[in-house]
C-alpha cells in the first residue's frame, strides 16, 4: 500500500518530506489540504493530527505528524533505496546528523519563520510586511548563519562531507527566503552560498521546488 | 541544574552508562568563553564529549545516547519496533515545537528574571499559559488513551518533558498540570521514577542563590 501524504505542496513543512520521499525514490500519493479554507482544522483531519498542522503521513494504519518525525522514519523505513540521508552504518556521522538537524530546529527555524512569514504570509491579509520584525530577525539569522559560515568551511555539508538530513531539513525555508531581498543574509557569505546552491540544484529538491509556488501567480 | 543538562543526565541515568559531569559557570558567563565554543559554537549547555566525538543540543545528544546504548538500561526508543519508534519521534517533535515553546518562556520569568532584580512579567506568562493550556488539551486526550505518550510505553519523549515540567511544577502555574486528570497522572507516574527522582535532587536552580549551574559531561 503507498504512502499517503496529507498537505499542500507549497508548505514548508509539507515540501520537507517531500523532498526527503524523492531522494528515498519512495512512491506516494500527496492528497491535498486546503489550508485556505481551514481544513487543517475540521475534524477530519484533526483526527490525524489533533495539533491541526500539516502534513500528515499515512502509512497503513499508521498515522504520523511532525515533518521533521516523518522525514526520519520515511529515512529509516528505506534505508536500503534512495540516497543515505541518515548515516546509519556510523553511529559518529549518524550522531553529527542529529546534531544538526537540532540546530536547524532550535537556532535556524525560529529566525528565519518568522522573516518567510513577514514576506509571504502577511501580505495575504493586506498587511505590509514588518520591517522591524523582519529586521530583527535577519539580525539572529545572521549570527546563526556566521557559524554556519565556519562550519562550511572545513565541511562540505552540516554533518560532515556528505549531504544528510540535516541538509535538506533546512530546504523549504530557505528556498522562499531566496526570493525576498533578505536572500543576501545567504548570499554574503560564501559556504553558504556555495552550499546553498549545492543542496537546492539536487534533482530531488528541484523536482520538489516545482510544487513551491506560494505567494505566485 | 540547567534544564538541558538535566535532560542529558536523566537519559545517561535511564541508560545505566557512566559519565563525568564537569561544570560549566553560566554565571560568569564561561559557555561564551573561546574554549567552550570550540566545543559548541553556538554557545550553550550541554557539551556531551564522546572520544574524539562532540556533541551539542540536548535532544541530538540523548537520542544519541538511547541508540548508542541501546542494550543496557531502559528501552527508550522502541528501535525493534519500526511503528513504536516512529511515535517516540512524532512525540519528541510535539515536545520540541508545541511543548517547550509555551513553558520555557514561563519558567524564565518565574525563575531567571528575578536574579535581574525584576518582577516575573504576568502577561507573558499568562500569554504562555495560554498556549501550554491548549496543548495539554491535546496530552490529556492522548493520555486518556495510552498511558504515555507514544503509547503505553515510556519513552524518551515522555523523560524530554522532565525538566520543564519539574520547574513549572514549583510555581503558581502548576495548576496547569493539576488540573488535567490524565496529564497530571502522567506527570506523577514519570516525575516518580527512580531516575527523574535522582536527576530533580540537582534541579536546585532558584532555591540557593550561591549555587553555580553546571553541565558539561565528559
Not at 51 to 63: K, N, Y
Not at 144 to 150: F, G, S
Not at 173 to 186: D, F, Q
Request: contains cysteine; proline residues 6%; negative net charge.
Amino acid at each position: 500500500m503507498a504512502l499517503k501524504l496529507h498537505g499542500p505542496a507549497m508548505s514548508t513543512s509539507t515540501s520537507l518530506v517531500i523532498t526527503c520521499l524523492h531522494e528515498k525514490e519512495v512512491d506516494f500519493e500527496l492528497v491535498p489540504v486546503d489550508l485556505f479554507a481551514g481544513e487543517h482544522k475540521q475534524p477530519h483531519f484533526l483526527a490525524k493530527n489533533p495539533f491541526g498542522q500539516v502534513p500528515v503521513l499515512e502509512d497503513g494504519d499508521l498515522t504520523l505528524f511532525e515533518s521533521r518525525a516523518i522525514s526520519t522514519y520515511v529515512a529509516e523505513k528505506f534505508k536500503e533505496t534512495g540516497y543515505d540521508l541518515t548515516r546509519q552504518q556510523n553511529l559518529q556521522e549518524a550522531a553529527l546528523v542529529k546534531v544538526w538537524m537540532e540546530v536547524e530546529s532550535q537556532q535556524f527555524c525560529p529566525a528565519i519563520a518568522p522573516i518567510v512569514y513577514q514576506f509571504y504570509v502577511d501580505p495575504l491579509k493586506g498587511v505590509s510586511p514588518d520591517q522591524a520584525m523582519i529586521d530583527v530577525n535577519l539580525e539572529k539569522l545572521g549570527k546563526v548563519l556566521d557559524i554556519y559560515e565556519a562550519r562550511l568551511s572545513s565541511t562540505k555539508y552540516l554533518a560532515g562531507d556528505f549531504y544528510s538530513l540535516a541538509d535538506l531539513h533546512h530546504i523549504p525555508y530557505t528556498h522562499y527566503l531566496m526570493k525576498t531581498p533578505a536572500a543576501s543574509v545567504i548570499n554574503e557569505r560564501p559556504h553558504v552560498k556555495a552550499w546553498w546552491e549545492d543542496i537546492s540544484s539536487r534533482p530531488a529538491s528541484k523536482k520538489t521546488a516545482e510544487g513551491m509556488t506560494f505567494g505566485e501567480k
